[in-house]
């Protein structure tokens, strides 16, 4: 593509992306600085078109970027490294509240993703993982009432299973005592690859009635060492999509709303923790319907030895890619300090 259809489209995504109106020729040639007369910018224009940069305006007979000159643009910016570094003024602030000196991996997480959104008026996300599980450190029934127990076991990786269990039957204080006796000796320090063996002898063991209890301390304890469990899920700033007049349409609003009734969608949209790099997905390349008109941008951290994942935001197409992927990069590099 030529120098100058490179330049025309990328105004137009500027104007779009400022303005959110359609762009025609001559309002291109008199916002923007081109040697050329507005017939040959309306020429260029009707290129990039063909060539599926550019699509028309349904109201009016503008042009609007097509996600596949969105990603033009992006790939130029990213390529050439045009996204530079942003001064924010409160970052000395924004540093502080992210130390984790004062602040645990939890709470660090949701400061972040709420400043994410604050500071892109965007939608933020973010789905943190506890790492492998390898073994349990702790482990303990604790009596809630004369039939009612609850479960507490802690694994190596900090997270925590806190769990109730209804019995048919009542549990002595003396038995209960000695089952948490053996459940220490015989659980904490070993892998969980080895746990449900262990449980298995044990109940080989135990009277009738106990048989049974271990066996649904075996399935809490298995249920809850699986990766999905450890998942957290983030969402904040969903408010922000009114900060765009395409959401005056209060269907459209309603549909996007809707997305984030159900973590799992964000689970699944940035489950990748593998990838370590700057994601971003446009439009049509997003899997799911109702985010085919949507940008997400999703970076990797990791806030301590156990706990990783990713943030990011979930927009629509025209948003200020320079700011958000600076605001966005800034983030996540104070998370993996």
């Known amino acids: 593509m030529k120098d100058r259809r490179t330049q025309i489209l990328f105004s137009i995504i500027d104007s779009y992306i400022y303005n959110g109106e359609p762009v025609g020729s001559k309002s291109l040639a008199d916002d923007y600085s081109f040697d050329v007369s507005p017939a040959t910018i309306r020429n260029d224009m009707s290129s990039l078109e063909k060539n599926g940069f550019l699509k028309k305006a349904h109201t009016s007979s503008g042009r609007l970027p097509s996600d596949k000159g ?6 130029y910016l990213l390529e050439n490294g045009l996204i530079e570094e942003a001064k924010f003024n409160n970052f000395a602030n924004i540093r502080q509240l992210l130390d984790k000196r004062y602040h645990n991996a939890s709470d660090i997480i949701e400061t972040a993703t709420k400043t994410l959104a604050a500071m892109t008026n965007l939608t933020a996300v973010s789905v943190s993982f506890k790492k492998e599980i390898s073994k349990i450190v702790n482990v303990e029934l604790m009596r809630v009432s004369e039939n009612f127990l609850l479960l507490i076991a802690v694994f190596d990786n900090g997270s925590l299973v806190n769990e109730q269990i209804l019995l048919d039957y009542p549990i002595s204080d003396e038995d209960l005592l000695n089952l948490n006796n053996i459940l220490n000796h015989e659980l904490i320090g070993h892998k969980l690859t080895e746990i449900d063996k262990i449980l298995a002898d044990l109940e080989k063991s135990m009277l009738t009635n106990y048989k049974k209890l271990v066996d649904i ?3 809490r304890i298995n249920n809850n060492s699986k990766d999905e469990l450890n998942r957290d899920v983030r969402i904040e700033g969903i408010g922000n999509i009114f900060n765009f007049k395409e959401f005056d349409d209060l269907n459209k609003a309603r549909d996007f709303i809707k997305l984030f009734d159900s973590k799992d969608v964000i689970k ?8 370590k790099n700057l994601v971003i997905t446009i439009g049509e390349e997003n899997p799911i319907d109702l985010l085919k008109e949507s940008t997400i941008i999703t970076s990797y951290f990791n806030v301590d030895e156990n706990t990783v994942g990713k943030i990011g935001i979930v927009g629509l197409t025209r948003i200020n890619y320079k700011e958000v992927i600076a605001s966005i990069r800034m983030i ?3 998370l993996n300090e």
């Not at 969105?70 to 790939?75: C, G, K, P």
């Not at 699944?268 to 990838?275: G, Q």
Request: aromatic fraction near 10%.
């Open 70 to 75: 969105y990603r033009l643009f992006v790939d």
């Open 332 to 334: 996540s590099d104070l």
């Open 217 to 219: 301390i075996g399935q």
């Open 268 to 275: 699944d949209l940035l489950s990748d923790i593998e990838d």
